[in-house]
């Protein structure tokens, strides 16, 4: 990237310019044959779309924390004929300035190695026509440049563009960000200049993220708190995993030395649970020592910082991080960043959650601050009560064929309230939480209720229901909200989502609700139960209902399955043991694993291991590739069970 007097950007004309195209055929042709094409070429219809972070560094590749390892391994997941379209090295030796893609790109998890793949390749310049807000953040923290189509057809044309209008869709944080060079080296000057952020007035009407944003801000000034106003606010907690834990320690060894402090240890935590199966997965194995190093650095981090220890003893996990930190620390108000995009999971307690880059919560450690936005809220009002074959796992793939799919809560605050919801568990509040990042949105949240402060204080001895009381946050009545939906949960049917994508889904035949319309009958080799969104106390109790109900039948998991079910906590396995559905499952001839991630990420039982193979899963989303190479419909616990036992797609009928 060239500027001029460090304000002007143009392109060099040594460098090239790589587009990802729907046809793949085009990015292996620019990519292997030299081929340069332009946007005057192209239609912004013949960009590729939804690009997600498996794509561009799938999880094998995440095995390597070294950047510049990340960055010979860049856009490892994208296939075409059943081979990758990147070999090794391909971006790095191509010599791109730019990349260009179509909407939301980078969607999917936070793992900031997406970003990073194309940062060290020496591509600075990105343009799409949107992008995915995790992603889009990770790019501001490593001091990536994001541009849309008219900027790049003005650079084409040989203009030389003032940096500010880059600038111009972002912030006024994000641009101070950008314009420093990456988050350390802004946080590192604000800190010097001992800036402040702007306030709130307390009588302006706010939704709760807005109430709990104000509350976490640096100063008393009195102004407004606006939507897309930047703020940079305390943060009350937070989580990595081992997949993310040895990148945050080398860069807080990077920036601040080896004899590094960070603030506020006890509310901070590390967990192994997303590579607890790797090593039973055969493509993984020759990562093993990748993978071992990763469990080291965390160790290595965990001993250096003092934060909650969440390892693994003899290779079982204490659970999947966000259903433990929801059972044990995380309160109503709190500020939470993890790094991993299902930390919005933490919004059924009414906190404010979401995930972030390696980058930006190492900043956050050694600060205790972070760079934030005033996101918009789009109201999700539920009323009814949802049919007994349903779960809030249908409500969500609801919501992503009819609201997410054309970008109407992308970036934005899903906050989830009504009769409806207070009828749900904080379990089920959880699955409508943890599946917002799949929506695109910031994060989601749900009002509180006295059902919330009883759930607390079953989880939290130290509380009592008046200290809790004053944490919890309700929208004001007249409130802004971006958009407002109703919901009528009683209409809901059991969903199911074509492969690939999760906002594909499909509902049930109302006259029959063992045909999914549309698809006819499908077989499955694989029905899995379990992950973050899965592997719950309900969920639990979803797939013993239907195992019960098939055994009283005299049914059993039909001979062409393997179901698994895997719990998502030590708390959620004693719990299966002592209610009995431990021995049920395994009556049934289930394949019961013990707590952590798996089959969610492509790490554990229950992958495909054929391209050939249908999987019915109920984890949170099906990328393609992300659990093995079969093709896997997305479905609810209850439907999931369903199929296991009848040999295909089905909804449950009790």
Excluded at 92 to 102: D, H, P, W
Excluded at 365 to 391: M, Q
Excluded at 474 to 491: G, T, V, W
Aim: charged share 20%; net charge negative.
């Amino acid at each position: 990237m060239s500027k001029e007097n460090s304000i002007h950007i143009k392109l060099d004309p040594s460098k090239r310019v790589l587009f990802l195209t729907k046809d793949l055929s085009l990015i292996a042709k620019q990519l292997n044959d030299g081929l340069d094409l332009s946007m005057s070429e192209l239609r912004p219809s013949d960009l590729l779309d939804d690009i997600n972070t498996d794509i561009m560094t799938p999880a094998w590749v995440c095995f390597h924390h070294d950047p510049k390892e990340i960055a010979k391994r860049a856009y490892a997941g994208l296939m075409y004929n059943n081979e990758r379209v990147f070999q090794d090295n391909a971006l790095l030796k191509g010599n791109f300035q730019a990349i260009v893609s179509g909407e939301r790109k980078g969607t999917g998890s936070s793992r900031e190695t997406a970003a990073q793949c194309e940062k060290f390749s020496g591509v600075g310049l990105i343009f799409a026509a949107s992008f995915a807000p995790i992603h889009q953040r990770n790019n501001i923290n490593l001091g990536q440049i994001m541009g849309n189509y008219e900027l790049l057809r003005r650079l084409e044309a040989g203009e030389s563009i003032a940096l500010e209008e880059f600038l111009e869709p972002f912030d006024e944080f994000s641009r101070h960000v950008l314009r420093a060079g990456g988050l350390f080296n802004f946080l590192n000057q604000f800190q010097e200049q001992q800036k402040t952020s702007p306030a709130i007035l307390s009588e302006v009407p706010m939704t709760m993220a807005q109430k709990i944003m104000a509350k976490k801000l640096l100063n008393s000034d009195i102004q407004p708190l606006q939507n897309g106003q930047s703020t940079v606010a305390h943060v009350d907690g937070g989580y990595s995993h081992e997949f993310t834990s040895a990148q945050v320690h080398q860069f807080l060894i990077q920036e601040y030395g080896e004899h590094y402090k960070i603030k506020n240890a006890q509310r901070f935590a590390a967990f192994e649970d997303h590579l607890i199966y790797a090593d039973e997965v055969p493509k993984y194995a020759p990562y093993k020592d990748l993978i071992d190093e990763l469990r080291s650095q965390q160790k290595q981090f965990i001993a250096h910082t003092g934060i909650r220890d969440y390892s693994a003893t003899q290779k079982i996990s204490p659970g999947i991080c966000h259903e433990v930190a929801r059972q044990e620390f995380i309160l109503p108000g709190d500020f939470i960043q993890a790094t991993d995009s299902h930390t919005c999971m933490g919004g059924a307690l009414n906190a404010f959650a979401f995930g972030i880059g390696a980058t930006e919560y190492a900043a956050l450690l050694a600060t205790g601050l972070s760079v934030v936005s005033v996101p918009p809220s789009v109201r999700f009002d539920l009323n009814g009560s949802l049919a007994k074959n349903c779960s809030a796992k249908d409500v969500m793939l609801y919501i992503l064929l009819n609201f997410s799919k054309d970008g109407l809560t992308l970036n934005k605050v899903m906050e989830f309230g009504g009769e409806g919801l207070h009828q749900l568990s904080i379990d089920e509040r959880a699955t409508l939480c943890n599946m917002a990042t799949e929506c695109g949105a910031k994060t989601g949240i749900c009002e509180p209720d006295q059902k919330l402060v009883d759930w607390l204080l079953e989880k939290r001895k130290e509380h009592n229901s008046q200290s809790l009381t004053k944490l919890l946050s309700m929208p004001d009545k007249n409130c802004h909200y971006e958009a407002r939906y109703s919901i009528d949960l009683s209409k809901i049917e059991p969903m199911v989502a074509h492969p690939g994508n999760p906002d594909l889904g499909i509902p049930s035949d109302p006259t029959n609700g063992e045909l999914i319309k549309n698809l006819g009958e499908i077989p499955i080799d694989i029905a899995y139960g379990g992950s973050c969104t899965a592997g719950k106390y309900d969920d639990i109790e979803m797939y013993a209902r239907v195992v019960s109900d098939a055994l009283t039948q005299g049914k059993k998991v039909h001979d062409k399955v393997k179901f698994y079910i895997q719990y998502g906590s030590k708390d959620v396995d004693s719990y299966a043991k002592l209610k009995g559905f431990h021995d049920l499952f395994l009556k049934a001839g289930i394949k019961v694993i013990s707590p952590g991630c798996g089959a969610c990420i492509g790490c554990g039982p229950g992958v495909s291991s054929d391209k050939n193979q249908v999987s019915i899963s109920a984890i949170n989303r099906n990328f393609q590739g992300r659990s093995g190479p079969g093709k896997l419909y997305l479905a609810s616990p209850l439907s999931v069970a369903a199929s296991a036992f009848a040999g295909k797609i089905v909804a449950w009928r009790q």
